[in-house]
Nanobody, 121 residues
Framework: QVQLVESGGGLVQAGGSLRLSCAVS????????MGWYRQPPGKQRELVAR???????NYADSVKGRFTISRDNAKNTAYLQMNSLKPEDTAVYYC???????????????WGQGTQVTVSS
């Protein structure tokens, strides 16, 4: 069974850094795009950053220049390096991956359980 396992959240002061990891566990035929989303308190979930298999990326305007998404295809893991954190970055961060479990399977969206990031002022 394929699952996404996230780690790396926590409490940090404004200006600090955190690194989130998202590992795909279980056997999958292919993993296409991977991305990080966040849901601030009382708000809707929003895209933070996304990376495709070949490595091209896109970011929300609010995190450009501060966050970097990367992936290690050999480890089926994506990372989100977050620098210069601001209180408005406080949210639950979710990993998402587009995965084809078998060669004949459709492409499905998988979500992690979420990890809390809290930035204090």
């Amino acid at each position: 069974q394929v699952q996404l396992v996230e780690s790396g959240g926590g409490l940090v002061q404004a200006g600090g850094s955190l690194r989130l990891s998202c590992a795909v566990s279980g056997t999958a035929f292919s993993i296409n795009a991977m991305g990080w989303y966040r849901q601030p308190p009382g708000k809707q979930r929003e895209l933070v950053a996304r990376i495709v298999t070949a490595g091209s990326t896109n970011y929300a305007d609010s995190v450009k220049g501060r966050f970097t998404i990367s992936r290690d295809n050999a480890k089926n893991t994506a990372y989100l390096q977050m620098n210069s954190l601001k209180p408005e970055d406080t949210a639950v961060y979710y990993c998402k991956a587009d995965i084809r479990v078998r060669s004949y399977s459709r492409l499905d969206n998988y979500w992690g359980q979420g990890t809390q990031v809290t930035v204090s002022s």
